[in-house]
């Protein structure tokens, strides 16, 4: 198996297949090499996980959390992953150079290579700022006065999804969940309230003292197409809900980090549209770095 922290590109091309093969996804190696030997130090350097979602063909995401500054973006465009004049990617360049040592995440299809680009901004920092930044377009920003309506006044990462162009926001929210809190976050998104079930879930297995909450806005438009509500960390061994196809996946992909990360995303969309998201910590000392970004976790474990 190797070190319990050390990423070895070998290790994860198998790993990588036999998680396809156990979600019954494609899976391009040729894709995958490239990513690899482009992001080389990344992959070394940061925290890796995979992600997917409870939808029959739900692809295979694995992602890097970056512990230093890294221009991901000038990358993509020098390696062929991303066009060189990509105007999604420039929002992405705008949040970064808002503060000194935001560091920037990525999310890679299995099969189509980069799919997303994060910005952790060092912090939780105010929406007036995030929203303010030159190169926000008018169609994010004229959201300001109905975020803040809501409490949704800080925010930890933002990110861009290049094969759907949208833009997230990903809000620390203070308090836990309750019917009112739950139903006016998820009229962000028109989207009708949830199970009675999926509900205890989320109140159950969201931190008692706040939680991750996700925008996804069409950048074209703003229109706010879903919104999320995460868990992360969940205790061992305990999971909410879950179809047949996470069961798996979280039995199943394989993780060689020295704390376990298994974590889910409820997510609403308008119609009732929903589904749920799944992560799973593979190497780099996952539970660590989140610790010293001082996410909100379900089950925090020993502290630093």
Request: hydrophobic fraction near 40%.
């Amino acid at each position: 198996m190797g070190s319990a922290v050390d990423f070895s590109p070998s290790r994860f091309l198998k790993d990588i297949e036999a998680t396809t093969v156990l979600l019954g996804i494609d899976y391009s190696e040729a894709m995958t090499r490239r990513v690899l030997d482009a992001y080389e130090e990344s992959f070394h350097r940061g925290a890796v996980l995979w992600r997917t979602t409870d939808k029959p063909d739900g692809v295979l995401n694995y992602r890097f959390y970056e512990r230093v500054p890294v221009d991901t973006v000038s990358i993509a465009a020098q390696t062929g992953l991303l066009g060189p004049h990509n105007q999604t990617a420039s929002l992405i360049s705008a949040w970064s150079s808002l503060y000194e040592g935001s560091t920037q995440l990525c999310d890679f299809d299995a099969v189509r290579g980069l799919a997303k680009t994060w910005v952790y901004l060092g912090g939780i920092r105010p929406l007036e700022a995030v929203l303010g930044a030159p190169g926000v377009p008018d169609t994010i920003r004229r959201h300001h006065g109905g975020f803040r309506e809501l409490g949704l006044t800080s925010v930890r990462h933002v990110a861009v999804d290049y094969q759907h162009d949208t833009a997230n926001l990903y809000f620390r929210v203070q308090e836990g969940l309750s019917p009112k809190a739950a139903a006016r976050l998820l009229a962000l998104s028109r989207s009708t309230p949830p199970d009675e079930t999926t509900f205890k879930d989320m109140v159950d297995f969201t931190a008692p003292d706040g939680h991750t909450f996700s925008v996804t806005l069409r950048i074209s438009t703003g229109q706010v197409e879903r919104v999320g509500i995460y868990a992360l960390r969940l205790p061992a061994g305990q999971f909410p809900r879950l179809n047949d196809r996470l069961a798996a996946f979280f039995s199943g992909a394989p993780s060689h980090d020295e704390e376990e990360m298994n974590a889910v995303a409820w997510s609403f969309g308008a119609g009732g549209s929903r589904y749920v998201k799944a992560e799973r910590s593979y190497c780099g000392r996952l539970v660590a770095l989140m610790r010293e970004w001082n996410s909100p976790m379900t089950d925090p474990g020993r502290q630093p």
